[in-house]
């Protein structure tokens, strides 16, 4: 089903069979994703699809309540306590309301991973921290300042900048574009695809934004009422053949997917 | 079709009439409800039990303790000091009134120092400390839940328990029987303003009444109350704000549950340990 490669050993995230309701209503009904080695893998699909619950599963942030989640081969659903924290640290993540902490300053935010994860000092965290700002395009002086202090797209960077500071393995972007006008959404793609460049690391993201599929993504999976309808290389999207991932790429009211009506 | 509804309604209506079911539905409620206030109690209790278990295992954030403690214990302070004072002063003024009557007036010393000591001390600070206090961790912690800032501290490997949660238990705990202790000098002293400039008591009397009177208990056992009622207030904001539901109303929500619970648990906390120390 995946067009990405199916040998397991070059796969850093497999899920298989993932479902998650809340309540009655089922969310998730049988996620089966393979994100490769290395890659960037985008998940696109409408709002409300389950794209963020997906995200929170693998993350153990939600109790999926069926299925498997491998990562780096091993499988981590039932994972707890110290080895979850020991799990965590492989993981970066981009909250799409970029979730900073609003009691503390800017570069204790981007450094509070590694002063409380790592065991950096405050003076060493505070150094990587301005030259994060830095790699995410902001100057020294915003180090200072608080969250509620800065633009969106500010607080995004940031986000970004938070995210890649303890330099994960993997890092989850969710909806790093949405709420930007165009030229900011693009400094943040680019930002992305720089930074996943240079820690090496394995990327997932959601959008719904086809300039930054287009930008950022090594190959592309589509989520549908719970299931992964398409996944394939980038470079096959427009030739996917598949009316949903049609309809979806050219943001068109009439075709297969029809749950708007019902809103 | 619509004969088919009105079938279908007369139908509804036989079946609520119908006396066995009506005993059953009344069953189903009176059991619905029940079981859900045990499961709250279960999750609240749970949620105690896990609290506790953070406060003392490592590791501890103690600038985070020391910010608690400013936030929770230093700006209560005016609060818990003008509501002794003003309490201490009318208990002076309303025992005076009835007193004169059997001309009891020297009792007023004792009666002002051990209902503020023993009962009235404790039980207005917790729930001055309930509102001001409580609501804030509520409002605090349900709006890091909302915009996912506790998701975020979990993937930075930091257990939002040990951050967020041991600190405010710890700060409640600790700053509430010191909050108590002042509010016991300060509302002695109400009593005593009062009795001196207004009622016209000689003060070297009054403060020998206040001394003969007070033991050692009557103290400890409004502070022992104020530790739990620091703990109670602390948990209860937690634990609201903890399982906000999403949105600005579910922080809403969470914030009022928060002070309403914790003013409930403080007076039913308060008969119990009255029981435990005086009988
Ligand atoms: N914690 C939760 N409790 C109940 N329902 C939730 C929760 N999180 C998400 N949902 C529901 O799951 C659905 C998918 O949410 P989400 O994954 O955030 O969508 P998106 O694909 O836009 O990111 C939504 O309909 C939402 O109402
Ligand atoms: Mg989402």
Known sequence: MSGAANDSSDNKIVLSGLCKAFGKNEILRGIDLAVPRGKSMVVIGGSGTGKSVTLKCILGLLEADSGSIQVDGHETMALKGADRDELMKKFGMLFQGGALFDSLKIWENIGFGLIHGQKVSKKQAREIAIEKLQDVGLKPEVAELFPAELSGGMQKRVSLARAIATKPEIIFFDEPTTGLDPIMADVINELIVKCVKQLGATALSITHDMASVRKIADYVAMIHEGRIIWCGPVADLDRSGNPYVDQFIHGRADGPITNHTRF | MQAQAQQDSSQKAARSLNPVNAVLNCFRYVGGGLLSFMEAIGNLTFFMARALGHCFSPPFFPSQVARQIIDIGYYSLPVVGMTALFTGMVLALQSYTGFTRFNAESAIAGVVVLSITRELAPVLAGLMVAGRVGASIAAEIGTMRVTEQIDALRTLSVNPFKYLIAP???????????????????????????????????????????????????????????????????????????????????????????????????LICNYVLTQVFFS
């Open chain 2, 168 to 266: 405010r238990v710890i700060a409640g705990t600790l700053m509430l029987p010191i909050l108590v202790l002042i509010g016991d000098i300060i509302g002695v002293m109400g009593g005593y303003i009062v009795s001196i400039y207004r009622l016209g008591f000689s003060p070297a009397s009054y403060l020998s009444q206040t001394w003969e009177i007070l033991e050692y208990m009557d103290v400890m056992s409004g502070l022992y109350k104020a530790a739990a009622f620091g703990f109670i207030v602390s948990v209860m904001g937690c634990y609201h704000g903890f399982y906000s539901q999403r949105g600005a109303q579910g922080v809403g929500a969470a914030t009022t549950n928060a002070v309403v619970s914790a003013s409930i648990l403080i």
